[in-house]
């Protein structure tokens, strides 16, 4: 028998567990006798491929409603912001160790951000810059990673500090992200943070569960389907058990009422996370954290990160983003696997978002790179950079990006 | 009964077929996952809290996000999640058991292998393979990943937890035949890999992330690193017939390297840090050295994995 045959038996083998055909295997194929004839095949020990075309090499496009997307008329609150291709950094040094803040750091460091970013000299003036008294700020976090791997709320304290210093009232302040129970799992609860509403898009009813009485999903009302939504030409079946997480089925998804209803403007704060050989960032904090019907998007990450963002409801609310690196993860993201979480010390600050997820996928791949985990890096991986570019959210051209860089002193 | 030409099945029982000379095909995974959470106190003294959450197929968005993309490739089957606490002299630690099921014992050391560096610390009181932490162990047995996480744990309470769970489990150390076929000598023990899906070849390297390597089709590969080179060797197979990529492999090389270069169907070029890359197929696998320090080498290498 040639190596080939003996290499493929072995290949085969992997589809069976303990040698046995497995049961979805045996009943996936069509028909009973070529479920026979494939079993036979294989106790024989003979692969039969003759006549298979070898396979094609790309899958069909996917189209989404990009076209539409960039009808809407600029205004002059649009993204990039007020400081288009520019981003502040911030080396932390031990900030974080082992996840331990040093919370005095953290004032430090968002103070000085915010002030070198706009120019002004004083905390109240640069946060006036992007937000008025009477308007309900959301402060957009990352909790999916629970006490692990989420936005710090020592981050967090520290931008409502500012808010507050520029007027705008606890009742104007809103933390929030898709999944309410996520954020009370990486601290966001009410203890934490008295008189600022804490809310999510998915949520749990007064009776504990996803589902009210009558069967349906409490989070139902929390999407807006009036409002203009996102489609994409593919669809996933999901089931009592997912919907939660996904709030409706079919090609279309929805902005949470906390975009297009709640919040005036909104403060981006993500975290550091790779995904593959490219970052996740300030881009799909906002795009996924604000839609629903989510997961058939992860088969077009690239259109699907950045798309979204161009929609109203967030290109001309989203007016900062704060950028947590205190903690990241090099490797296994976009979940958070503690194996490959490190104290990072970084910081980033810009309107930009665009420009700001650049110098944070240079940030990851740097570190990457340093441990051996990746030799080469490949361009094609921040194709969502240019996309949202392209859609006029921001500079995704490195050395079209100015980076001012600060020592914590 | 089912009648199949050559073949007699008789269906006794929900997902079991015995053949007619007695020999059991069986639903994958026998064991129930719940019989595998250590009952509240039973490990340690580590007391349950909660109750366990459950999450089947592409549920697993709803808990990880992103992140069950790769577990969904690896045919990812079901995933149950216990939590335990223990308070001892005024301090209380947590613990997180996850249990995943995927669709061969295979994929569970697939799953498990790209969830690691290859640096990480085997212990000696968990069968193979596992490494362990003071804040993470991970293992593979049977058909089953496991990933357990501590909050303000040592190593060795995960350890100990760790082993009372793999006990649990009825089958033995996850069997991937494939990974037979890498050459043992100077192969640094704790990075071989097995590889499903197109995002564990990427993790693997960049260069696997295009559409004609088949890993979202049918390809399947292994590798490992050489403690002499620093390389790592990948063996794939197509899982059907590919007309030679040759020439698309070049396109590639040539996208990412200098100094491209092909001789006897082997192709070769080098990184801007001077490490090399090869490549050679023969019909339905191909090889592939990647990110070694010594040319010479990796075609030893790859001369040793393509042999007849």
């Known amino acids: ?409 | 009964m089912i009648f199949l030409p050559g073949l007699l099945l008789t269906y006794t029982r929900a997902g079991e077929y015995k053949t007619a000379n007695g020999s059991l095909l069986a639903e994958q995974g026998g064991q129930a996952i719940t019989t595998i959470l250590p009952a509240d106190k039973e490990a340690g003294g580590w007391a349950r809290k909660g109750e366990a959450e459950h999450f089947e197929k592409a549920a697993l968005f709803g808990h990880i996000d992103g992140g069950a993309e790769i577990f969904l490739q690896y045919g990812f089957q079901e995933l149950e999640i216990a939590r335990y606490t223990r308070t001892e002299a005024g301090k209380a630690a947590e613990i997180t058991l996850e249990v995943y099921r995927m669709e061969s014992q295979a994929d569970a050391f697939g799953i498990y292998s790209v969830k690691r560096a290859g640096d990480e610390k085997a212990s000696v009181h968990i069968p193979w393979p596992n490494w362990t932490s003071d804040r993470q162990v991970n293992f593979a047995r049977d058909t089953f990943y496991v990933n357990i996480t501590g909050v303000d744990t040592t190593e060795k309470e995960l350890e100990d937890f760790a082993v009372a769970t793999v006990a649990k489990i009825a089958g033995g150390p996850p069997s991937v035949p494939m990974l037979g076929y890498l050459p043992k000598k100077n192969l640094i023990s704790g990075t071989e890999r097995y590889i499903r899906g197109d995002l564990a070849a990427q993790t693997e390297s960049p260069l696997f992330a295009e559409d004609f390597w088949g890993f979202k089709d049918t390809a399947r590969a292994v590798s490992a690193r050489y403690s002499r080179s620093e390389a790592r060797l990948v063996l794939i197979h197509f899982g059907r017939d590919r007309e030679p990529q040759l020439e698309k492999v070049k396109a590639l090389f040539q996208e990412f390297l200098r100094d491209v270069r092909s001789a006897n169907g082997v192709l070769e070029g080098r990184s801007a840090e001077g490490r090399y890359f090869q490549f050679h197929q023969a019909g339905r696998r191909a090889g592939v050295v990647h990110s070694g320090l010594d040319a010479t080498a990796g075609r030893a290498l790859l001369r040793e994995i393509m042999k007849n």
């Open chain 1, 1 to 409: 028998m040639k190596k080939d045959d003996v290499l493929a038996l072995a290949v085969e083998k992997e589809c069976f567990a303990n040698g046995h055909l497995s049961r979805r295997y045996f009943l996936s194929l069509s028909a009973v006798g070529l479920a026979g004839a494939a079993l036979c095949s294989r106790l024989a020990g003979q692969e039969k491929i003759a006549g298979q075309k070898p396979q094609q090499d790309q899958p069909p496009d996917i189209k989404t409603n990009l076209d539409e997307i960039k009808k809407f008329p600029r205004t002059k609150n649009s993204l990039p912001g007020l400081f288009p291709g520019e981003v502040v950094k911030i080396p932390m040094g031990t900030t974080s160790n082992n996840g331990k803040i040093d919370t005095a750091n953290v004032r430090k460091a968002v103070n000085m951000g915010i002030i070198a970013l706009t120019g002004e000299k004083a905390i109240k003036a640069a946060w006036l810059k992007f937000v008025k008294p009477d308007e309900i700020i959301g402060i957009k976090v990352n909790p999916i990673g629970g006490k692990l791997l989420s936005t710090k709320p020592e981050v967090v304290d520290v931008i409502i500090e500012g808010l507050l210093e520029a007027g705008v009232p606890k009742k104007n302040i809103v933390i929030w992200d898709r999944r309410h129970f996520q954020l009370e799992e990486a601290g966001f609860i009410p203890e934490r943070f008295p008189g600022i509403e804490i809310t999510g898009t998915e949520m749990k009813g007064p009776n504990g569960d996803f589902y009210d009485d009558k069967g349906e999903l409490w989070s139902k009302d929390n999407i807006d389907r009036d409002a203009p939504f996102y489609t994409a030409d593919i669809e996933l079946k999901y089931d009592k058990d997912i919907m939660p997480y996904m709030v409706n089925m079919g090609k279309e998804s929805y902005f949470t009422k906390i975009v297009t209803r709640k919040v005036d403007k909104i403060i981006n704060v993500p975290i550091l996370k790779n995904r593959g050989a490219t970052v996740t960032c300030c881009l799909k904090n906002l795009s996924y954290g604000s839609l629903s019907n989510t997961s058939r998007l992860h088969k077009i990450p690239d259109q699907s990160v950045s798309e979204p963002v161009a929609f109203p409801v967030l290109r001309d609310k989203v007016v900062l983003n704060i950028v947590d690196g205190l903690q990241a993860c090099y490797d296994g993201g976009p979940g958070a696997n503690p194996k490959f979480i490190y104290d990072a010390n970084v910081m980033m600050f810009g309107t930009d978002p665009v420009a700001v997820d650049r110098i944070g996928h240079e940030f990851i791949i740097k570190e990457r790179m340093a441990r051996g985990v990746q030799q080469l890096e490949d361009k094609k991986r921040t194709a969502f950079l240019d996309i949202a570019a392209d859609l006029g959210l921001g500079v995704s051209q490195r050395d079209k990006i100015k980076v001012k860089e600060l020592a914590l002193a």
